[in-house]
């Protein structure tokens, strides 16, 4: 069974511009989370959307978007980037079996905002 | 307020020997626990996990104990392997709606195994 894809792995973007990451979640999977990494903060959570629909949101601000197609691939959109939107930026799909939750994390983009 | 700690940022074991990883939430809420591998410019590789009605749950090599009174759960790894250096994290959830989880990470702990 393939892993969690995310596209594409490295991104240069200026400031001021907008951004759109791409994830794809292992078959069979309907939760997809998005996480932020950086490393003064670490991993923090931005959203995790479930059949189309979003679950739960962390901390961001609005500039911070996304959505979850009906194939369950989602979307993670940043506008106006800023510096400090520099960081690794995770997906995650996860499934729940038996009493145990899994959640198993995609490569990563590298997003650096110059 | 950090909700789950990991307090050592490092911890160096000897090859064979047992690797004890700790971590203590404060949210009495959370029901879903996980513990992550974490190799530089890589995403984390799930390892373990552990529901809030367990203790123990084992794979292979891997152990997670739950402590509910103490808040605390601990990752075992034994024997401990030279590829098992990395950065470790573990993870606390809570169950909001139809298995909906909100993942909280700790900061983390860098695992050294000596030859």
């Known amino acids: 069974k393939a892993g969690v894809t995310q596209t594409p792995r490295y991104l240069i973007k200026t400031r001021g511009q907008q951004v759109t990451l791409s994830c794809s979640p292992i078959?069979?999977?309907?939760?997809v989370s998005w996480y932020q990494q950086t490393p003064g903060q670490g991993l923090q959570f931005l959203f995790e959307?479930?059949?189309?629909?979003?679950?739960n949101k962390g901390n961001f601000p609005g500039r911070f978007s996304g959505r979850q197609f009906s194939n369950s691939r989602s979307e993670m959109n940043v506008s106006t980037l800023e510096l400090g939107d520099s960081a690794l930026y995770l997906c995650?799909?996860?499934?729940?079996?038996?009493?145990?939750?899994?959640?198993?994390f995609g490569p990563g983009t590298r997003l650096t905002v110059t | 307020d950090q909700q789950v700690k990991q307090n050592s940022p490092s911890l160096s074991v000897q090859e064979g020997r047992i690797s004890i990883l700790n971590c203590d939430y404060t949210?009495?809420?959370?029901?879903?626990f996980l513990w992550y591998k974490k190799y530089p410019a890589e995403g984390p590789t799930f390892l373990i996990s552990?529901?809030?009605?367990?203790d123990k749950n084992e794979d292979g090599r891997f152990t997670v104990f739950l402590n509910k009174s103490a808040k605390h759960l601990s990752l075992h790894i034994v024997p401990s392997q030279p590829g098992d250096s990395a950065v470790y994290f573990c993870?606390?959830?809570?169950?909001?709606?139809?298995?909906?989880?909100?993942?909280?990470f700790g900061q983390g702990t860098r695992l050294t195994i000596n030859p």
């Open positions: 959307y479930f059949s189309e629909t979003q679950r």
């Open positions: 949210n009495s809420m959370f029901d879903y």
């Open positions: 993870a606390a959830g809570r169950t909001i709606i139809q298995g909906a989880q909100k993942l909280v």
């Open positions: 552990i529901s809030s009605i367990k």
């Open positions: 995650a799909s996860s499934v729940i079996s038996g009493t145990l939750y899994e959640q198993y």
């Open positions: 078959s069979g999977h309907r939760s």
